[in-house]
């Protein structure tokens, strides 16, 4: 009995010693290779997702060439209206149609450098930093973003407390016009790769007659300072609520970034009520690089973790190929091209009619107090101009009549007291002679 009782004592000490040494491992693994672990270098984590992004795109244009047959597309029964005939319908125009007039050889034309682009991207995003800084509705809208219905339950409320909108300007170069087709596949794509041969460029003039759009792509590169801090506390609510509470800061900062851009032009559809639509989207062969910072604790804190800084990045990365990443693109609705009265600004009476019309939004009293304002020093210039031209007509008229005036005799008294008339010119003889 006393030899059973110690064997079970024994055995329950040597698992209770098993256990805590296991426990010990486990928490020095952990340390080890989460919290001191070494990143791999960017040039590696660069390679290793553009492999993967290159294999997503390829699966994603293998299976649509396999969809493909020749007979997919079936034209279906159309209600045919009655069309005016004062409106003259266009000729069709065809790639190849679109590409003479316009004098563009796809083959041979260089691509251009884009300066001028550069210039007005580059206006349009300091206006848009300076607006920035007087106005927190960036801020605003991103803490709304940040702590909005998707925020985990185990994140206290996000607080962003450094924001840094760059100094530079990214710069567009070598700016080129494809054709693609429907699905936005150029035709390197679809013959998969050069055309050799009389026979292969003929080929490919013919396809280029098939494709449905052309295409800009452009390569782009920004090296600026783009940074967000953000500040959160993760909360342990097991087994009951606030158990335990880990301060969390971080900083994102976006360091450089290089890319292709491609943009391109959906006609609109009548028929759907479609307006006509941008598409743009990034191919698979970018570079973004970023800069991560964290602290992690209260107390005693534990500053740059390369595992946080990773799972940052790659949640990043996974955001952005989400979007704008072929094969994922953006859509943007593009307004009516059409003049219209609504939009004119500038001169005559149109002009303060489009100033009061938006002068409302500064005010019933200060647009008054602006359109008397312009409306009488219009009406002084006017007047200024007009009594100058009437002194000068005046001074001109009375040098005339000292220039031809004459001594009048009593003779011409008598005639023109008898034989006045209203209306009748000094010094002409109204005598008829028989």
């Keep these: 009995m006393a030899d059973s009782l110690h064997l079970i004592s024994l055995s329950f ?56 047959t020749p007979n997919t597309k079936h034209s279906q029964p ?29 083959d041979s034309h ?22 920035a800084q007087h106005d927190d509705a960036i801020l ?15 994140l206290d409320e996000i607080k962003v407390t450094e924001l840094t909108l760059g100094e530079d300007f990214p710069i567009f170069s070598n700016c080129r016009i494809i054709p693609v087709d ?13 055309i050799p041969g009389q026979a292969g460029i003929a080929g490919a003039r013919a396809k280029i007659l098939e494709g449905s759009r ?37 900083a994102v900062s976006v360091v450089r970034f290089s890319g292709t851009l491609s943009i391109s032009f959906i006609p609109s559809n009548p028929s759907q009520s479609t307006p006509t639509m941008m598409t743009f989207s990034f191919l698979d062969d970018y570079r973004l690089d970023f800069s991560i910072r964290s602290l992690v604790g209260s107390r005693s804190r534990l500053q740059d973790v390369p595992k946080i800084a990773q799972l940052i990045e790659s949640r990043l990365h996974r955001w952005f190929d989400e979007r704008a990443v072929e094969p994922r693109f953006q ?55 007009t009594s100058a031209s009437g002194a000068n007509l005046r001074s001109e008229s009375n040098q005339d009549h000292m220039r031809y005036r004459r001594a009048r005799t009593r003779d011409d008294d008598i005639r023109s007291d008898s034989f006045s008339m209203p209306g009748s010119l000094p010094g ?6 028989s």
């Design 428 to 433: 002409m003889d109204l005598n008829l002679r």
């Design 331 to 385: 859509e943007i609705a593009l307004p009516s091209l059409w003049p219209r009265m609504k939009n004119a600004r500038g001169g005559g009476e149109d002009g303060l009619d489009a100033l009061s019309s938006s002068g409302s939004s500064m005010g019933k009293g200060k647009g008054r107090e602006v359109l008397n304002t312009l409306r009488d020093e219009a009406r002084q210039e006017v007047q200024a101009e």
């Design 13 to 68: 000490t040597q698992g209770f010693i098993v256990g805590q040494i296991s426990v010990v491992l486990l928490i020095a693994a952990f340390i080890k290779f989460f919290i001191f672990g070494e990143a791999p270098s960017p040039e590696v984590t660069a390679s290793i997702r553009a492999t993967e992004r290159r294999s997503r795109t390829l699966a994603h244009r293998q299976s649509l060439l396999t969809l493909r």
């Design 140 to 154: 605003n809208s991103l803490t709304k973003a940040l702590n909005g219905d998707s925020r985990p339950d185990f």
């Design 78 to 106: 159309t209600l045919q209206k009655k069309k005016s005939s004062v409106l003259r319908n266009p000729p069709t125009l065809t790639i190849g149609s679109i590409l003479n007039k316009t004098y563009y050889n796809v």
């Design 214 to 250: 052309l295409q800009a792509r452009m390569d782009v590169d920004l090296s600026d300072m783009i940074t967000i801090a953000l500040e959160t506390k993760i909360l342990l609510n097991y087994p009951r609520r606030l158990t335990a509470v880990l301060p969390v800061a971080f």
């Design 182 to 194: 429907e699905d936005g596949m150029s035709l390197e794509n679809r013959n998969g790769g050069g």
């Design 110 to 131: 260089q691509p251009e450098s884009l300066d001028w682009f550069n210039v007005l991207v580059a206006q349009t995003i300091a206006q848009f930093r300076s607006d």
